[in-house]
């Protein structure tokens, strides 16, 4: 049996010892998975699981599981739950964005291979190259209709996960240096025009003189053939207008006439024009709406993101604060039940309320550090976007034609942009489904945390220094520190072990950022030496280095102590967090360590429902049979069946057979051997089927010849 199938056994197993105990039902798979590769960290060599230590796995986990509110299972089912949904959310987004792209570029497709068979089809052709490039400009920068919905729903289990790694959204902005749009287009007039209109060859057309008109048109006619119909098309509504502007701003660049030639073209350079064009009207649509003819129902990917991410960042923040505050309180609680009370299994609780605690911090910082890089980046699209707009505003102005050359690369440069930052808005909704998540799991239930202890330690702590989560170094620390730093820099201390300064950090920095504290910033003595207590260690007293690696401290006496032994405590924290699972995540050793406890290895154990078609047919009307197959109702049928069992009382199993000794004995039979002769049976006779023969006489002759039948069997 492989790992994996052992791993689902037990799953298995432990359910259904969890489904006899009503308060465990609806354990998921997805926790009894990750108990148990903790389970077994100790047997990933592939040494065998003894059956008594099965056994006392199974046993324990479903002790476990039987009482869910307590603070260790709570902080677990946070990490897994808040981890499968980073997981999954970022998935949809790259399967929506891969879905959207695949459309679009089937829609391209089609556009590059329509081709005009006959003039009777001209019409019906054009009109299908103008649909195609429609839906593909809105496919690709994110303009959702109700008919795109209902088709991307239909793709996207059939779509694969997006490959290719999103980069930094500011350097996805490729503008080709030559648009071919540009010069095809003035060919195209040169073509078309007049000889006396040399003047007006190549310019572009201002929308709001000669496609405003047409815009004014479709979108009046669109409104009025919905106006009468009620609410419940209000989205067919905005789905007519928005095609409407769409082919207003398309029809301005790319008028119909165009069409036709523009077919006679090679696929390859067809395939970038539309690329450009998708971009081109994309930027008059938005162009349109910056000034205020058109663009009613076109979302504002700047407005909706800002709005949206600032509420985020406020909760984030309030969030942080409490939680900020409610480690501290449970710090002092500790700390004074460890020193006036003996209650151990309080202090556990304690701790493992501390655990959760701290683990909704981290997930809040998470959150927290990507929601400002997402607002950064979303600012500086947002600059450029509106910089673009600014020129585009102040070239065009009044007039009712401007040079191609001038206007067609920013056009494309705003619709290229809106792009980005449609991507970053679905980005954006992710996190914020990730964030309902957090804060749903994030709240504690039964806490051991009670008003009178909170009240007591802080009027005992009144006596003391104060205790805070991460207070500011003593003056006696400073001092001490010259100290610890000679220690390890002479050649009589524990070589390896480096002490670096606050002020030193910065000849260590990686992209302008200190490193990242290994076991992610708590101090490893306090957690060994304390039974898994978390402390954060203290920037401000320094860092040590060991093994290219940075570890900070509660305190100075914990620098010492690891300093002495560093491998004593680092293999002893790996002892302790097997002991506690919920440290696995909380350190970080589920990346690099131990990746067998990683949320992508525990999806992977669970196991899929399978599924298959069937169909099941019931009768019009019930019928209730009353049927023993049974039953049996002769007397001495009864009586022979009374006689069998009864004489089975008095037998006894006189031999055996096993698996080696099945078919292995030497058994002799003896038989009568067949007869010499031709047939074996108690009639002398031949072996044919008998030929039968009917002779009929007097058929002919005078009227008093009588008829007569003679039937004959002759043995053949």
């Given at each position: 049996m492989?790992?994996?199938s052992?791993?689902?056994?037990?799953?298995?197993?432990?359910?259904?010892?969890?489904?006899?105990?009503?308060?465990a039902v609806?354990?998921?798979q997805?926790d009894?998975?990750?108990?148990?590769?903790?389970?077994?960290l100790?047997?990933l060599?592939g040494?065998?699981m003894?059956?008594?230590?099965?056994?006392r796995m199974?046993?324990?986990?479903c002790?476990?599981f039987?009482e869910p509110d307590?603070?260790?299972m709570?902080?677990?089912?946070?990490?897994l739950?808040v981890?499968?949904?980073?997981?999954l959310?970022r998935?949809s987004v790259?399967?929506?964005?891969?879905?959207?792209?695949?459309?679009?570029?089937?829609?391209?497709?089609?556009?590059?291979?329509i081709?005009?068979i006959n003039?009777?089809?001209?019409a019906?052709?054009?009109?299908?190259?103008?649909?195609a490039?429609l839906?593909y400009?809105r496919?690709?920068h994110?303009v959702?209709?109700q008919?795109?919905?209902?088709?991307?729903s239909s793709?996207?289990?059939?779509?694969?996960?997006?490959r290719r790694?999103l980069?930094?959204?500011?350097?996805?902005i490729?503008l080709?240096?030559?648009?071919s749009?540009?010069?095809f287009f003035s060919?195209?007039?040169t073509?078309s025009c007049?000889?006396?209109a040399t003047?007006?060859?190549?310019?572009?057309?201002?929308?709001?003189?000669?496609?405003?008109?047409?815009?004014?048109?479709?979108?009046w006619?669109?409104?009025?053939?919905?106006?009468?119909?009620?609410?419940?098309h209000?989205k067919?509504e905005?789905?007519?207008v928005?095609?409407?502007?769409?082919?207003a701003?398309?029809e301005?660049?790319f008028?119909r006439?165009?069409?036709?030639k523009?077919?006679?073209m090679?696929p390859e350079?067809?395939s970038?024009q539309?690329?450009?064009?998708?971009?081109i009207?994309?930027?008059?649509?938005?162009?349109?709406k910056?000034?205020?003819r058109g663009?009613?129902?076109?979302?504002?990917?700047s407005v909706?993101?800002?709005?949206r991410?600032?509420?985020a960042r406020?909760?984030?923040?309030?969030?942080?604060?409490?939680?900020?505050q409610?480690?501290t309180n449970?710090m002092?609680?500790?700390?004074?039940?460890?020193?006036?009370?003996n209650k151990?299994r309080?202090?556990?609780?304690?701790?493992d309320?501390m655990h959760h605690?701290?683990q909704y911090?981290?997930?809040?910082?998470?959150l927290?550090?990507?929601?400002e890089d997402?607002?950064?980046?979303?600012a500086?699209?947002?600059e450029?976007y509106r910089?673009?707009?600014k020129?585009?505003v102040?070239?065009?102005?009044?007039?009712?034609?401007?040079?191609k050359h001038?206007?067609?690369?920013?056009?494309?440069?705003?619709g290229?942009?809106?792009?980005i930052?449609?991507?970053?808005?679905?980005y954006?909704?992710?996190r914020?489904?990730?964030?309902e998540?957090?804060?749903l799991?994030?709240?504690?239930?039964?806490?051991?945390?009670k008003i009178m202890?909170?009240r007591?330690?802080r009027?005992w702590?009144?006596t003391?220094d104060t205790?805070?989560?991460k207070?500011a170094a003593s003056?006696?620390?400073?001092?001490?520190?010259?100290?610890l730093?000679?220690k390890?820099?002479?050649p009589?201390g524990?070589s390896?072990v480096q002490?670096?300064?606050?002020?030193q950090?910065?000849a260590y920095l990686?992209d302008g950022e200190?490193?990242?504290p290994?076991?992610?910033?708590?101090?490893?003595?306090?957690?060994?030496?304390?039974k898994g207590?978390?402390?954060?260690g203290?920037?401000?007293?320094g860092?040590?280095?060991?093994?290219?690696k940075?570890y900070?401290?509660?305190d100075?006496?914990c620098?010492?102590r690891f300093?002495d032994?560093p491998?004593?405590y680092?293999e002893?924290v790996?002892v302790?967090?097997k002991?506690?699972p919920?440290l696995?995540?909380?350190?970080?050793?589920?990346?690099d360590l131990?990746?067998a406890t990683n949320?992508?290895?525990?999806l992977?154990d669970?196991?899929?429902?399978l599924?298959c078609?069937i169909g099941?047919?019931?009768?019009?009307?019930f019928?209730?049979?009353?049927?023993?197959y049974?039953y049996?109702?002769s007397?001495?049928?009864?009586?022979?069946r009374?006689i069998?069992?009864a004489?089975l009382r008095?037998k006894?199993?006189?031999?055996?057979?096993?698996?080696?000794?099945?078919?292995h004995?030497?058994?002799?039979?003896?038989?009568?051997l067949?007869k010499?002769?031709e047939?074996?049976?108690?009639?002398?006779?031949a072996t044919?089927?008998?030929?039968?023969l009917?002779y009929i006489?007097?058929?002919?002759g005078?009227p008093?010849?009588?008829m007569n039948?003679?039937?004959?069997q002759?043995e053949?």
């Amino acid at each position: 049996m492989n790992e994996r199938s052992f791993v689902r056994q037990a799953v298995r197993e432990i359910q259904l010892m969890c489904r006899e105990h009503s308060n465990a039902v609806n354990v998921p798979q997805r926790d009894i998975c990750f108990m148990v590769r903790v389970f077994m960290l100790d047997y990933l060599s592939g040494a065998p699981m003894p059956a008594g230590e099965y056994q006392r796995m199974k046993d324990e986990l479903c002790q476990k599981f039987i009482e869910p509110d307590l603070p260790s299972m709570q902080t677990i089912r946070l990490q897994l739950v808040v981890d499968e949904s980073f997981l999954l959310e970022r998935q949809s987004v790259e399967e929506q964005l891969d879905v959207n792209e695949k459309e679009a570029e089937v829609h391209l497709k089609k556009a590059v291979n329509i081709e005009v068979i006959n003039e009777r089809q001209e019409a019906e052709v054009l009109d299908a190259l103008q649909a195609a490039i429609l839906v593909y400009t809105r496919l690709k920068h994110g303009v959702q209709t109700q008919s795109s919905l209902n088709s991307s729903s239909s793709l996207l289990k059939a779509a694969g996960p997006r490959r290719r790694p999103l980069r930094d959204p500011l350097h996805r902005i490729k503008l080709p240096a030559r648009f071919s749009i540009v010069s095809f287009f003035s060919q195209l007039e040169t073509d078309s025009c007049p000889q006396n209109a040399t003047e007006r060859r190549g310019p572009f057309q201002v929308p709001k003189v000669h496609g405003a008109a047409m815009l004014h048109k479709k979108t009046w006619n669109a409104a009025q053939s919905t106006k009468e119909e009620g609410p419940d098309h209000e989205k067919m509504e905005m789905d007519r207008v928005n095609e409407a502007e769409m082919e207003a701003a398309l029809e301005s660049i790319f008028p119909r006439h165009s069409y036709r030639k523009w077919m006679l073209m090679e696929p390859e350079p067809k395939s970038t024009q539309l690329e450009e064009i998708g971009n081109i009207v994309m930027g008059i649509w938005l162009f349109n709406k910056h000034a205020g003819r058109g663009g009613k129902h076109l979302e504002d990917a700047s407005v909706a993101y800002q709005e949206r991410s600032e509420r985020a960042r406020q909760q984030i923040a309030v969030e942080l604060e409490q939680a900020e505050q409610d480690v501290t309180n449970r710090m002092m609680v500790t700390e004074f039940w460890q020193r006036f009370r003996n209650k151990q299994r309080n202090i556990q609780n304690l701790r493992d309320e501390m655990h959760h605690r701290f683990q909704y911090i981290k997930f809040l910082e998470v959150l927290k550090k990507e929601e400002e890089d997402g607002a950064t980046s979303m600012a500086d699209l947002t600059e450029k976007y509106r910089k673009a707009l600014k020129t585009l505003v102040s070239i065009i102005g009044d007039r009712a034609s401007v040079p191609k050359h001038l206007v067609y690369p920013l056009f494309s440069t705003v619709g290229s942009i809106h792009v980005i930052m449609q991507e970053e808005l679905l980005y954006l909704k992710a996190r914020l489904r990730a964030l309902e998540i957090v804060l749903l799991y994030g709240r504690l239930r039964n806490s051991e945390l009670k008003i009178m202890d909170l009240r007591r330690a802080r009027r005992w702590l009144k006596t003391r220094d104060t205790f805070s989560v991460k207070p500011a170094a003593s003056e006696d620390t400073k001092g001490q520190m010259p100290e610890l730093s000679t220690k390890l820099s002479s050649p009589s201390g524990k070589s390896g072990v480096q002490y670096i300064s606050a002020t030193q950090m910065g000849a260590y920095l990686l992209d302008g950022e200190p490193p990242t504290p290994e076991l992610e910033g708590f101090c490893v003595v306090t957690m060994v030496d304390r039974k898994g207590l978390a402390v954060p260690g203290k920037t401000d007293l320094g860092t040590l280095r060991y093994r290219s690696k940075f570890y900070t401290f509660a305190d100075l006496e914990c620098m010492k102590r690891f300093s002495d032994s560093p491998e004593q405590y680092l293999e002893k924290v790996k002892v302790v967090a097997k002991e506690i699972p919920q440290l696995i995540r909380l350190l970080g050793f589920h990346r690099d360590l131990w990746q067998a406890t990683n949320i992508s290895q525990v999806l992977g154990d669970i196991e899929q429902p399978l599924g298959c078609d069937i169909g099941t047919q019931t009768p019009v009307h019930f019928r209730d049979r009353f049927i023993d197959y049974s039953y049996e109702w002769s007397e001495w049928g009864l009586r022979r069946r009374a006689i069998h069992l009864a004489n089975l009382r008095n037998k006894g199993t006189h031999s055996s057979q096993t698996v080696i000794s099945h078919l292995h004995r030497d058994n002799e039979v003896q038989v009568w051997l067949p007869k010499a002769a031709e047939t074996q049976s108690k009639k002398h006779g031949a072996t044919k089927m008998p030929k039968k023969l009917r002779y009929i006489r007097g058929l002919r002759g005078p009227p008093d010849v009588q008829m007569n039948v003679v039937n004959v069997q002759l043995e053949v």
